[in-house]
């Protein structure tokens, strides 16, 4: 895979199209990737800071009174509809930036969305290490919400439209990788401030970094050939096209080129209401999956795991700097998880990734719940040992690992890839838009879910883990090696899809 070196034979929409991995198509993909940065430094400085005294003192002072008494119900410690909606208000704003995106990735490009997000998403990070009182950290919350949204729809469809067709999933779990980089960034930069006054503040206002460095990139990349022609630049997009595939003359593109402009003469034609195009009974299959993958992305209950880790580590009896290392752990193991699945995505497939993850995480959570009831009870007043709260962590371990070489990159790159080029920034926002609907749902709810449900909650997500499984066993074709413009094929020959669709090639 030497860069500029390696010529793969691309089973393209108008053909056979020579396509290379050339240095322009690695260092835009990374700059596209690097999008993962803000939404994963997001997720792991989160479910830290509310584990800091200062923080807490300072806007939840009743969390910290509960933390504090002698003997309370471990699953209940933590259960504040405020303190939950400090996590979860993101997702708010960043369901509604995720629709809003797609007017905004079709009128002005994926690149500009990128952009946008990135300074969104700076504001929010200078407000939210600055906050006086709740509202202003709820108001900085806000504005990193948005800045998520804008991010996450258009990085995922760029990475598609840019990454050459047999490597687009190795590509396109950049993105995933980088939210593990920021994940454990994050978590890292908890542990050294965890001890610190105003830890709280470094943590939360250092969050413009990631986001200074993606802006600051997608200053030097130009935008997708498909945007560029959806939008009337020619020009521009066989340049653009030109530098990313390495063709040594404009000839060695023109075909791609040219099956490119028939399609985004279809974009600009549906454009004026792709929500109403969406709906039409020939993309059923597209809309199911797109809204279903991100469901089930999050009722895996990853995220809930990446925001109250260090919580759930303390309430097993883990102090708050041991808490804090394991969750670290978790996010490291999360990340070499991810690099494994970019090696094997292009050779095993989708499908055989979800399965296999899908299975792991089932086991690893049912063994949770049973070590749960067996030391700690369904009272919560039961007493962990060391060894078990080690085994603990290893168990979420395994699990965080099945996560991030299945459902975690997959989540992004399934929905990113299915759609016609006319439907794909409306899918990928509705896709995106599910994502942060059903994160606030479950992170706005899990602190109660856990009291109420006790070890309970762990048995809730192993239930949907199975059934997302067996979703994909019956319902998901697979994608690998297909071009993103002829991926209409694997919808008409599915034994269950292929009844709602007919020729969604022009």
């Known amino acids: 895979m030497a860069i500029g070196g390696l010529a793969l034979d691309v089973a393209g929409g108008s053909g056979n199209i020579e396509a290379k991995i050339t240095a322009a198509v690695v260092m835009t993909c990374v700059v596209a990737a690097s999008g993962g940065l803000i939404f994963g430094y997001d997720i ?59 007017r905004l990735t079709a009128a002005y490009g994926r690149r500009t969305t990128m952009i946008l997000g990135g300074l969104t998403f700076l504001f929010g990070a200078v407000i939210s290490g600055l906050a006086a009182n709740i509202a202003m950290l709820l108001s900085g919350r806000i504005l990193l919400g948005f800045g998520v949204g804008f991010t996450n729809q258009a990085a995922p469809v760029y990475l598609s439209e840019v990454a050459p067709p047999q490597w687009r999933g190795a590509f396109n779990t950049g993105f995933q990788f980088f939210i593990g980089v920021g994940v454990v960034s994050a978590n890292f930069l908890n542990y050294l401030t965890a001890d ?160 296999v993850g899908g299975i792991q995480m089932f086991v690893c959570q049912v063994a949770v719940a049973a070590l749960l009831a067996a030391t700690v009870g369904d009272a919560g007043d039961g007493e962990m040992t060391k060894g078990y709260a080690v085994t603990v962590v290893v168990l979420l371990c395994i699990y965080a690992a099945g ?71 019956m319902f998901l074709p697979e994608t690998k090696g297909i071009h993103v413009d002829s991926m209409y094929q694997v919808w008409e020959k599915h034994w269950f899809w292929q009844r709602f669709t007919k020729s969604t090639s022009t």
């Not at 910290?64 to 939950?84: G, H, M, R, W």
């Not at 022609?229 to 020619?234: D, E, I, K, S, Y």
């Open 196 to 355: 610190h006054h105003s830890g709280w503040r470094i943590s939360l206002g250092l969050a413009a970094l990631p986001a200074v460095i993606m802006t600051f990139g997608c200053l030097f990349i130009s935008d997708t050939p498909s945007s560029l022609l959806a939008r009337g630049n020619h020009d521009h997009a066989r340049v653009s096209l030109f530098k990313i595939r390495g063709a040594k003359t404009s000839a060695d593109v023109e075909a791609e080129l040219a099956e490119l402009v028939k399609l985004s003469q279809l974009a600009i034609e549906a454009r004026a209401e792709p929500f109403k195009t969406i709906l039409e009974r020939q993309y059923r299959p597209q809309l199911v999956v797109a809204v279903a993958i991100p469901c089930f992305q999050q009722l895996t209950g990853i995220t809930i795991n990446a925001f109250y880790a260090p919580v759930l580590f303390r309430s097993v009896g883990f102090g708050s700097a041991p808490a804090l290392v394991a969750t670290l752990i978790l996010g490291l193991v999360n990340l070499g998880s991810i690099l494994i699945s970019t090696m094997v995505i292009d050779r095993f497939g989708r499908r055989f990734l979800f399965i």
């Open 403 to 473: 996560f991030g070489w299945s459902w975690g990159p997959l989540s992004w790159l399934v929905p990113s890839e299915i759609f016609p080029l006319k439907l794909r920034p409306a899918g990928q926002s509705l896709s995106v838009a599910v994502n942060f609907a059903v994160t606030f749902l479950i992170a706005q709810t899990f602190l109660a879910t856990l009291c109420h449900f006790k070890f309970g909650a762990f048995l809730f997500y192993g239930g949907w883990i199975l059934i997302m499984t067996v979703f994909v066993l």
């Open 44 to 102: 792991g400085i989160s479910g830290g800071v509310t584990t800091m005294k200062p923080f807490l003192e300072k806007f939840f002072p009743t969390v910290l009174k509960n933390a504090t008494e002698a003997k309370p119900d471990v699953y209940c410690v933590y259960d504040s509809q405020l303190l939950t909606a400090f996590t979860s208000s993101l997702y708010v704003a960043g369901l509604v930036a995720s629709l809003v995106a797609s």
